[in-house]
């Protein structure tokens, strides 16, 4: 069973994506901010991180320059989920090393597709 790690400061999200990825056949992992992220990357094994960018307590590019910089896995698997579009997404982020950025608005087959693509 594949673990996913995902990171939101919106518990209603959290909760919401749990009850969809589990019945999926994945083990879901919560951490409601990028310093939560980072404690839960240091104590379990994760296959595939799934993180918004923009959060009240820290964003999503301290969890992708921890993964890519710092652990011990920078290979592992992120995809931006976030209320931004791909192309709203500042000039900067725009060499941020990912797998995908999805919207939040996307239905969830986009996600459900994109997940298994990734972890194949």
Known sequence: ????????D???LLDT???LLTP???RVVLAKSAFEGIQQLEQQHIDLVICD???STGNGYIIVD???EEFTNPWLPIIIYSCYEAYFFPKETKNIKVDAYLSKF???EVLYNTIR???R
Not at 1 to 8: C, F, N, P, W
């Open 1 to 8: 069973m594949k673990t996913l790690l995902v990171i939101d």
């Open 10 to 12: 919106e518990p209603r």
């Open 17 to 19: 994506l749990e009850k």
């Open 24 to 26: 999926e056949g994945y």
């Open 53 to 55: 960018w923009l959060m």
């Open 66 to 68: 921890y993964i890519r």
């Open 106 to 108: 996307d239905q969830v």
């Open 117 to 119: 693509s990734i972890l």
